[in-house]
């Protein structure tokens, strides 16, 4: 079956770095456009970055561009998300999310990582 690992996440100081990775197996990887959300609490599921299943297309909310960078080895099934100068804002669980390029219906989810941005 398809799953979705994430991991990398942590507790980080306020201006530090985390790199997150996503793991994927069960699937034909380079068919699926990758997200990550992320869920703070007492707020919904928002998305964060988007990549491409070539990996040449990338898009980012507003509130991380030029502090995350999204990226994906499809030789390795895994998609990352490096995350600098982190905030406390950016506090939530973050999740990996595979899309298929054609049927976009299909898709499926990690169980999340923890990032905790706190002095």
């Known amino acids: 079956q398809v799953q979705l690992v994430e991991s990398g996440g942590g507790l980080v100081q306020p201006g530090g770095s985390l790199r997150l990775s996503c793991a994927a197996s069960?699937?034909?990887?380079?068919?699926?456009?990758m997200n990550w959300y992320r869920q703070a609490p007492g707020k919904e599921r928002a998305l964060v970055a988007t990549?491409?299943?070539?990996?040449?297309?990338?898009n980012y909310a507003d509130s991380v561009k030029g502090r995350f960078t999204i990226s994906r080895d499809n030789a390795e099934n895994t998609v990352y998300l490096q995350m600098n100068n982190l905030k406390p804002e950016d506090t939530a669980v973050y999740y990996c999310?595979?899309?298929?390029?054609?049927?976009?219906?299909?898709?499926?989810w990690g169980q999340g990582t923890q990032v905790t941005v706190s002095s």
């Open positions: 999310n595979a899309r298929h390029i054609f049927a976009v219906n299909v898709n499926y």
């Open positions: 990549i491409g299943a070539a990996g040449g297309t990338t």
């Open positions: 069960g699937l034909f990887f380079s068919s699926y456009a």
